[in-house]
């Protein structure tokens, strides 16, 4: 049944984007690892919140020198290598995680994992680009990437059952791993590059990803940094990246801050994530993808082109910005009831979640047709480097301030999609 699946092209694509979905969860429940066993984590290593924020920085340094590294070697080397070597190797680290005897061989492997994690995103973009037309691409896409936002779903669900069941931490960052050693053992068999006749179909018959009769078949990675594009998107990646950072690696810590200051135990505070952390990503995942089938039913109806559909798109989602502004206030009202706080905290950051998720899934479909196919995963590897480096800067501004002092750290995330937005209407065009 299997095989009778994978040899028809037009089934085989679904699966492997079933394939990448599943994966992407895992690359996200890793990462979520880290932020959601926070407080059991720093106990052991008997560190703070500033040494935390630094092994946070450690995983985004790696990943920001990485993403345009994998970008350059799924370019060279093809998404089918590239992605299974990452994923095995972040796996590997998972299981590094869980074994180290100190924390610095344990930041050692959130150093690996952010190395490796990196190369499915520019693999998987170029994987859909090559085996979907372009009005499935922006949906195909984001049923790929809605992975990590599942991810972070089911995270706090699954790592406090895990907990509960397992008792040990290190045990939960073991386990996450071999399943994604799995996961690599599968994609050996379910990828294979896309043949010519399918080719012709995703690239020539919709003229996407086709240079002029003016232009090079591919730029060099020297004239890429002479687009217009490359620097928009850059700094798209640089401004609006650390908002989803946030969400990933500081909102589950500071719901359980909010539970915490309100008497709740360690234990209450954790099944507080358990039960309501995921919303947001949940609701950003939908969200998420609702948009980026929105912007291919405009392409679809041909009364825009591709990427005025889809600038329309991500620009019309950043009136939802300013919404983070009000989230400190609430957090620290005396009036308000601790349940309609949170409630209204998990509110304002499911909305902030479909941007976000809008901006991650449709701007990487933009980038892949305002450049030619070879030169795809190398864009998407050095805007998105440019994503983890911003969000390294903001992280670190993060830890070194105390909650109390948050109220104008919501206000700059309450601006930054605002500033991309500009930047994408002033710098992104078609390359070729």
Same mark, same amino acid.
């Given at each position: ?67 345009? %590294? ?68 922006? *949906? ?9 936002? %599942? ?183 005396? *009036? ?97």
């Amino acid at each position: 049944m299997t095989f009778n699946i994978l040899s028809n092209p037009d089934k085989r694509k679904w699966v492997i984007v079933a394939t990448i979905f599943v994966a992407i969860i895992c690359n996200y429940l890793d990462r979520q690892l880290l932020s959601i066993l926070k407080p059991e984590i720093l106990e052991h290593y008997n560190i703070t919140n500033l040494e935390y924020a630094w092994i946070v920085n450690i995983f985004l340094i790696c990943y920001a020198i990485m993403y345009p %590294l994998s970008g350059i070697l799924v370019d060279r080397f093809g998404p089918k290598n590239v992605m299974l070597g990452g994923i095995a190797i972040w796996s590997l680290a998972c299981i590094g995680g869980g074994l180290a005897p100190n924390v610095w061989i344990f930041s050692a492997c959130r150093g690996i994992l952010g190395l490796a994690e990196p190369t499915i995103f520019a693999g998987q973009l170029v994987a859909v680009t090559l085996w979907f037309e372009k009005r499935q691409r922006a *949906t195909a896409n984001s049923l790929c990437t809605i992975g990590g936002s %599942l991810g972070a779903v089911i995270a706090p669900i699954v790592i406090a059952w895990l907990m509960h069941l397992l008792s040990y931490w290190q045990y939960v960052f073991i386990l996450s791993g071999v399943i994604g050693l799995v996961i690599a053992f599968l994609w050996v068999f379910i990828y294979k590059t896309p043949s010519d006749d399918i080719l012709q179909k995703t690239l020539n018959a919709d003229d996407s990803n086709q240079p002029s009769a003016n232009s090079p078949r591919a730029f060099t990675f020297g004239q890429l940094f002479k687009t217009k594009t490359l620097w928009g998107g850059l700094l798209i990646r640089l401004v609006s990246d650390p908002v989803w950072y946030f969400c990933c690696f500081w909102l589950p810590g500071f719901l359980r801050s909010m539970g915490a200051k309100e008497n709740l135990s360690t234990q209450q505070t954790l099944d507080l994530i358990q039960w309501i952390g995921g919303i947001p990503f949940f609701i950003g995942a939908i969200g998420g993808v609702l948009t980026s089938m929105w912007s291919d039913k405009m392409v679809k109806r041909g009364k825009l082109t591709s990427l005025s559909a889809r600038k329309l798109t991500l620009i019309s989602t950043v009136v939802i910005a300013p919404l983070c502004i009000f989230v400190p206030f609430i957090a620290i009202s005396e *009036t308000l009831a601790f349940n309609t706080k949170i409630g209204l905290v998990i509110a304002i950051f499911s909305l902030i979640a479909v941007m976000c998720l809008s901006w991650l899934y449709t701007l990487p479909v933009i980038l892949a047709e305002t450049f030619p196919i070879k030169n795809v995963a190398t864009v998407m590897g050095t805007c998105c480097g440019a994503g983890a480096l911003g969000s390294t800067v903001f992280n670190q501004f993060v830890g070194s301030i105390p909650e109390q002092g948050w109220t104008i750290l919501f206000i700059v995330m309450g601006t930054l999609h605002i500033i991309a937005a500009v930047i994408l209407s002033k710098m992104v065009h078609k390359e070729y």
